[in-house]
């Protein structure tokens, strides 16, 4: 099963994205994970995109191309992924596209989750990150705490510095103008399923696998 999961910044791709990974036993491959984990260790990616990131723009389509496409040789990658923040631009649904046929992958789904911008805005000033493991909290669920409940790192939440109010707006833009066409892409392939965002996590996700169902492709 090879999934894309689709939706502007602070939809709930990622926490969806862990959940369905979970269900169907298949890597979530998270492009931000990736270079944020990067720009962490410093290595020659994290130098070039740190950044573009912090700005809230987009990094080059030919450093996150030939990402991509190590990460999907790999071994886990082989029985099906969910790919997490890839792609972003036609240019790289068109990569993406060309590497699927190279490889014999004809069943990948677009899953778009949409939701209204005024609640996108407030959900990214309200969360924070754990700088250990990159799990994604609402800042009310987590007041008070002072371990992560996911990795058990102390003092390990913080905010993005994308996710600062200023940074927010200038993303918001990018998805609208850059990879919104993404999904006309995809459409006029017929392979897309369309959930609405504005739910609680279990809905959303009940609403994924129903759809996935519906198109025989939970398995
Ligand atoms: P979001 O909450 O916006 O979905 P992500 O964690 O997916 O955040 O991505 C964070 C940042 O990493 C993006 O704003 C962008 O700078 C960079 N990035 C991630 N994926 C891509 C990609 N496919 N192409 C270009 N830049 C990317
Ligand atoms: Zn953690």
């Known amino acids: 099963m090879r999934i894309i999961l689709f939706g502007s910044p602070g939809v709930g791709k990622g926490t969806q994205a862990k959940i369905i990974s979970k269900n169907l ?28 990131m912090s700005r809230g723009e987009l990094v080059p389509d030919d450093l996150m191309i030939a990402l991509i496409k190590e990460v999907l040789a790999s071994d886990e990658c082989k029985k099906g992924f969910i790919l ?28 778009n989750i949409t939701a209204d911008e005024n609640e ?11 700088k250990q493991c990159g799990n994604i909290y609402v800042l009310k669920d987590i007041e008070g705490m002072k371990t992560c409940p996911n990795c058990g790192a102390e003092n ?8 600062k109010e200023e940074v927010i707006k200038n993303r918001l833009e990018v998805f609208k103008s850059t990879t919104m066409p993404v999904l006309d892409y995809y459409k006029s392939k017929g392979r ?14 009940k609403e994924i696998i129903e759809a996935l169902k519906a198109k025989n492709l939970y398995h």
């Open 120 to 130: 996108i805005i407030k959900r990214l000033n309200n969360r924070r990150a754990c």
């Open 192 to 205: 897309v399923i369309e959930v609405n965002g504005l739910d609680t996590i279990e809905n959303v996700n």
């Open 156 to 163: 390990s939440f913080y905010l993005r510095n994308d996710d």
């Open 25 to 52: 036993n298949i890597p979530h491959i998270s492009t931000g994970d990736i270079l944020r984990k990067a720009v962490k260790e410093q290595t020659e990616l994290g130098r070039k995109a740190g950044e573009i």
């Open 84 to 111: 997490d923040g890839f792609p972003r631009t036609t240019v790289q649904a068109e990569a993406l596209d060309k590497l699927f046929s190279q490889i014999g992958i004809n069943d990948a789904v677009l899953i």
